[in-house]
Structures are given as C-alpha cells and as structure tokens.
C-alpha cells in the first residue's frame, strides 16, 4: 500500500515516516508539504491507500482537503492529524469522512495502535477527546423563539437539534456534538417534525425559521 503524508513541517512528516515504517502493508511513503502538493500526488500515483493530513495546512484547511479527496479518492483512507485536541474538530473531521482522528502529541505507540486499529477496518477516536464536553455550535435561542417552540411541546433539548438541523448537521454528526446517542437523535428529529407540522427536514427548518429561530440567536 502506497501511504501519502501531508504536513508542512519537515520533522513530523519525518517522525510519521517512523511511525508508518513498523508497517509491512505500507510499501512506498509520498510526502507534501501543502495541499496542493497532495492533490498533485493523489492525481498522479494510482494506488494510494493511506493519507494522513494535517488539519492545518498553508495553502487550504485540511477539512476542506478531505472532502475533496473522499469525493475523488474514495477508496482512499484519510487520518487527519492536529496539534488541536479540539472534540468539535474531531466530530468534523469524523463526519466528513475521516478514518480517525490522531492528535500529535501521541505517542508513537498510540499512532501505530491507532493505524493498527485503522487498517482493520475500524475508526480511531481518542478517548482522551471524547471525555471533554462540547458546546453546541448554535448559540442560545432568542426568548421570544423559546417560548414559541415551548407552547408547541418542544424540550430544550428538542431545541438543540433542530437548531443542528438548521445547519444542515446529520443525525450522526449531531448525536457527536450533543453527545447522546444517534437513535435518540432520531426520536427528537421526529417529535420536531411532528411539532411543526412538517414532513422532512426542509419543511421544519422552514417552519423554524417562521417562529423566529436562528442559528445565530443572540438575543
């Protein structure tokens, strides 16, 4: 397999080779240095397996690179790599796509457990990420939106989701950033449909917008 590292700092694409080297499946490492290197690479060598990008890269952000590659390359695994140990990029990262999600200050050991863990067909999430909260991404609704989706029999919680939903968030990536399980995303998407009347997503973010609810509430 034909592994592709794209980070802009020599010393980690030179420990990641260390790290990719334990590895007999892996035959040949490309290195880039930028996005644009990377994407020359995928075009120009058939058989890449393995790409593991950094989530900040000079030339573009990696999350935007590993849409493109997974809309291009889709038999290419993407690992993204980060100085960040952020959950709400993680949770980007994985719903965009990523096979797992590798902070660097890990170990060696814990990087090749975790390619290990990745070329068996799983997905690598750290738990040392997963134990921190995070804050939804949408802000606190206005009280005049509140309390019209009270009077319709939505939760808080409710609220939450459907706040998600205006984002264009999916049940899965949801579930990630409230941290509840993704059947019980489900459950709440369909007691918001049935709040508002709707019959699909579309009509309720529609319908949520009608009683003054935003993504952006502030007020």
Same mark, same amino acid.
């Given at each position: 397999?034909l #592994? $592709?590292?794209? =980070? =802009?700092?020599?010393?980690i694409?030179?420990? $990641?080779? @260390?790290?990719?080297?334990?590895?007999?499946?892996?035959s040949?490492?490309?290195?880039?240095?930028t996005?644009?290197d !990377?994407?020359?690479?995928?075009? @120009?060598?058939?058989?890449?397996?393995?790409?593991?990008? =950094?989530?900040?890269?000079?030339?573009?952000?990696?999350?935007?690179?590993?849409?493109?590659?997974?809309?291009?390359?889709?038999?290419?695994?993407?690992?993204?790599?980060?100085?960040?140990?952020?959950?709400?990029?993680?949770? #980007?990262?994985?719903?965009?796509? !990523?096979? @797992?999600?590798?902070?660097?200050?890990?170990?060696?050991?814990?990087?090749?457990?975790?390619?290990?863990?990745?070329?068996?067909?799983?997905?690598?999430?750290?738990?040392?990420?997963?134990?921190?909260?995070?804050?939804?991404?949408?802000?606190?609704?206005?009280?005049?939106?509140?309390?019209?989706?009270?009077?319709? @029999?939505?939760?808080?919680?409710?609220?939450?989701v459907?706040q998600?939903?205006?984002?264009?968030?999916?049940?899965?990536?949801?579930?990630?950033?409230?941290?509840?399980?993704?059947?019980?995303v489900?459950?709440?998407?369909?007691?918001? $449909?049935?709040?508002?009347?709707?019959?699909?997503?579309?009509?309720?973010?529609? !319908?949520?917008?009608?009683?003054?609810?935003?993504?952006?509430d502030?007020?």
């Amino acid at each position: 397999m034909l #592994a $592709l590292i794209v =980070d =802009d700092h020599v010393l980690i694409r030179d420990a $990641l080779r @260390g790290v990719l080297g334990a590895f007999d499946d892996v035959s040949e490492i490309i290195e880039a240095a930028t996005a644009a290197d !990377a994407e020359r690479a995928l075009d @120009g060598t058939p058989g890449i397996g393995l790409v593991l990008l =950094d989530l900040s890269l000079p030339d573009r952000d990696g999350l935007s690179l590993l849409k493109s590659i997974r809309s291009g390359h889709p038999g290419t695994s993407v690992v993204m790599l980060s100085a960040s140990e952020d959950r709400a990029k993680m949770n #980007a990262a994985l719903e965009g796509g !990523a096979a @797992g999600f590798i902070p660097k200050s890990a170990t060696r050991e814990v990087m090749q457990g975790a390619l290990k863990l990745i070329f068996s067909g799983g997905i690598y999430v750290p738990p040392e990420i997963l134990t921190r909260p995070v804050t939804p991404p949408a802000a606190q609704p206005s009280p005049s939106a509140l309390r019209a989706t009270a009077k319709l @029999g939505m939760t808080e919680r409710q609220v939450d989701v459907l706040q998600l939903m205006m984002q264009g968030m999916s049940n899965k990536a949801i579930c990630r950033v409230l941290d509840i399980a993704e059947p019980t995303v489900k459950n709440h998407v369909t007691a918001i $449909l049935r709040a508002l009347g709707a019959t699909n997503r579309t009509e309720a973010v529609v !319908a949520a917008s009608s009683l003054g609810l935003s993504v952006d509430d502030s007020s």
